[in-house]
């Protein structure tokens, strides 16, 4: 039977790599920052470094444009990428990583294996129903999903195909494509983060969060609190966000994203998924 191996934290790995101990501060503070986390939350990321290993995840790319991994590593915030590869061990990604075939579906048991209940399954694009659409390594990709996602400590579906159903999905949808949400096996939690790419920051804070504290806390439809915060969904649109969201109408960004606030839109302090939303700015 597989037992989980006892890994080093994050700080461990970090010290065995010739980091002093005021770099590694640096770079908890650089993560507090780059999550919109307020100062007084290091000593909380710090505590988590210390104490946590990398968080190890495996991505799965099913019927997808890989649109999701290439907003994942272009988020910009300053040095998130680094910030995040910190944080996480990205063990399996099809579209990034080097290896492929038996040796890369290796890898994957392994992991499994190792680390039962405590890795995260990303998983982008949809997953199609009709009887050879879609298969890895020979297999039905619903199937090796599902073996995964038994496993996994949480699902994150990334991008509205993997959370919806999104265009492969759309009628006449060919290949009977469904959310990959819709697969996850009873037990198993699972997050949305829908966005067609959804935005790099929603789910590199979400992985970041699970590492510091735990899962985020979602809303009736899964989404994590980041994305869609319940007093933002259930506030009515004021006229003067109206007005702010109107570019032409904007003398400045700075202007608006103040308005923005005092009309009560959270989109400047969540992190919002409002990247055209000229009010925030975001
Ligand atoms: S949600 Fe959009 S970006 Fe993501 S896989 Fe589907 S089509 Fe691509």
């Not at 982008?124 to 496993?151: C, D, H, N, Q, Y």
Request: with cysteine; net charge positive; hydrophobic share 45%.
């Amino acid at each position: 039977m597989a037992t989980a191996v006892k890994r080093k934290t994050i700080y461990e790995e970090q010290r065995e790599q010739g980091v002093t101990r005021r770099e590694f501060l640096k770079v908890a503070t650089a993560i507090t920052m780059a999550l919109g986390l307020k100062l007084k939350m290091v000593p909380t990321v710090v505590h988590a470094m210390e104490t946590r290993p990398r968080l190890p995840v495996i991505w799965m790319d099913f019927q997808s444009c890989s649109g999701p991994t290439e907003s994942f590593i272009r988020s910009y915030q300053p040095n998130m990428q680094k910030v995040l590869f910190d944080m996480i061990a990205l063990e399996y990604n099809g579209a990034l990583m080097a290896g492929s075939g038996t040796a890369a579906e290796e890898h994957i048991l392994k992991i499994m294996n190792e680390y039962p209940g405590e890795y995260i399954l990303a998983a982008e694009g949809s997953l199609p129903l009709l009887p050879g659409a879609l298969t890895i390594a020979g297999r039905p990709a619903e199937e090796t999903f599902r073996e995964v996602a038994a496993k996994a400590k949480a699902v994150v579906a990334m991008g509205s195909c993997a959370t919806w159903g999104g265009i492969p999905a759309a009628k006449p949808n060919p290949t009977l494509a469904k959310a990959v949400t819709d697969f996850v096996p009873p037990g198993v939690p699972f997050i949305r983060i829908p966005g067609c790419p959804p935005i790099g920051e929603v789910m590199t804070n979400t992985l970041a969060h699970i590492v510091i504290w735990h899962a985020p806390e979602v809303d009736e439809l899964a989404r994590p609190g980041v994305l869609s915060p319940p007093a933002a969904r259930q506030m009515p649109t004021p006229p003067v966000l109206m007005l702010v969201c109107t570019p032409r109408r904007l003398t400045t960004r700075v202007l608006g994203k103040a308005l923005a606030v005092q009309a009560r839109c959270r989109g400047p302090m969540t992190y919002n998924a409002a990247r055209n939303c000229a009010g925030t700015g975001a």
